[in-house]
């Protein structure tokens, strides 16, 4: 599990580490170089429909913002495209973001900051989530529009002028933090555009979560083997142990599940739970699935969880009184064994998510982001609903 200080690093990694330059990248996936012509794309959209470089003709700038749904520095960013989408438009300024990102060149530890991943339905379902109204187009599957531009980073701005002419890209400000931004460098552009003048800062490094380009899929399908490969473990669980998971006072946000192979609902959502350790367990998040079953009954259980890669802490009742078990994790307990039984506590112990019924992956994943340890307030807030 995560020290203090490992979360400390996890937190930043996605948001400060790639501040250094990504020269390898750079290199590898070219930059649009300066004066160039912007171009052309046509891309599904979040909104059902094809969009191309030729819709946005009629604006006198065109800003091409590349940016994802998983990178907790892209997130910081959603209010300030937001705004410029807004506060733009009737000014004769275009905005459009595009996801540069090869879903399947994604490992599943760097989405702990994210409820979803960049697949088409995933961008919808953020949109709906946050209410984005600026156009979100995917460019995941053959990323060839991502290579004519060359993003390094999310998000990576790109503005032309009103004959299609690179004219600034790079970062949008100077802080992901918003309250610490000194240098606004795409407004500063944007306006000096509009307003016929030279723009002065015509390149700024990206920073945030590298470009996920496909050709990283294979170091993705490597790391899934060897996560796979992690042995197995399975330990009985008396009522003094169940008690003691309830407490919960070892700092960590703790998911426990009570499920059991009997129970079809339990098998149809063991792996998405098993995902959500695989996605925050390096962020003082910790999961304990706890099988109902018999002690007698202990090898069916053991291979489930073979079977499933369940790399979380995993325990067994060691006794055939499940109803006794159960009260003894919670005695206000009272589902039968027939539907996994999941909840959710903070540090302290605190009840943050209870289900008896198979549960809402979106809310659950949320809850967890909200309420995880982070460097930055900032990042736990964007996760409460407004």
């Known amino acids: 599990m995560a020290t203090v200080s490992s979360l400390m690093h996890k937190a930043l990694v996605g948001l400060l580490a790639l501040v250094w330059p990504l020269t390898g990248l750079a290199a590898e996936h070219p930059i649009l170089p300066l004066g160039s012509p912007a171009p052309d794309f ?4 979040v909104d059902g429909k094809m969009h191309t470089l030729s819709d946005y003709a009629s604006s006198k700038v065109l800003a091409v913002v590349f940016t994802c749904d998983h990178c907790p520095n892209a997130q910081m960013y959603e209010g300030r495209v937001t705004r410029l989408y807004n506060e733009y438009k009737d ?3 275009a905005v459009v973001a595009i996801s540069p990102n090869d879903p399947k060149a994604i490992r599943i530890d760097e989405l702990d900051s994210s409820d979803v991943s960049d697949t088409l ?6 949109v709906a989530y946050k209410h984005l109204e600026y156009p979100y187009l995917y460019d995941g599957d053959t990323e060839s529009v991502s290579q004519a531009y060359g993003p390094q980073a999310s998000p990576h701005i790109f503005i032309f002028d009103q004959q299609r002419k690179l004219r600034y890209e790079g970062a949008i400000d100077d802080s992901y933090r918003v309250e610490f931004v000194k240098r606004h460098y795409a407004l500063d552009a944007i306006d000096a555009l509009l307003a016929d003048k030279e723009v002065v800062v015509k390149h700024t490094g990206a920073f945030g979560c590298s470009t996920k380009w496909s050709d990283k899929e294979a170091a993705n399908v490597a790391f899934m083997e060897k996560l796979n490969a992690q042995p197995i473990t399975l330990d009985m669980a008396s009522e003094a142990t169940l008690k003691s998971l309830h407490t919960n006072a070892d700092g960590n946000v703790r998911l426990i599940q009570f499920w059991s192979t009997k ?13 959500l350790y695989r996605m925050y367990s390096d962020r003082n998040f910790e999961l304990v699935a706890v099988a109902m079953n018999k002690p007698d009954e202990k090898p069916e259980v053991k291979q489930w969880l073979d079977k499933s890669h369940a790399t979380s802490r995993n325990l067994l009742f060691d006794s055939a009184d499940t109803a006794a078990m159960q009260k003894a994790f919670d005695p206000e307990w009272t589902s039968g064994q ?6 959710l506590l903070d540090a302290d ?11 809402d992956q979106l809310k659950l994943r949320r809850t967890i982001l909200a309420n995880l ?3 930055y307030i900032g990042l736990n807030n964007y996760w409460l609903q407004k």
């Open 263 to 275: 129970c079809t609902a339990c098998l149809k959502e063991f792996a998405g739970i098993q995902d």
């Open 121 to 126: 339905d995933e961008m919808r379902i953020r």
């Open 91 to 93: 000014k004769g300024v």
């Open 373 to 375: 340890p982070s460097a």
């Open 349 to 359: 112990g605190n009840v943050l998510y209870k289900s008896a019924q198979p549960v």
């Open 42 to 45: 046509s891309l599904p959209g």
């Open 338 to 343: 027939d539907t996994p039984y999941t909840i």
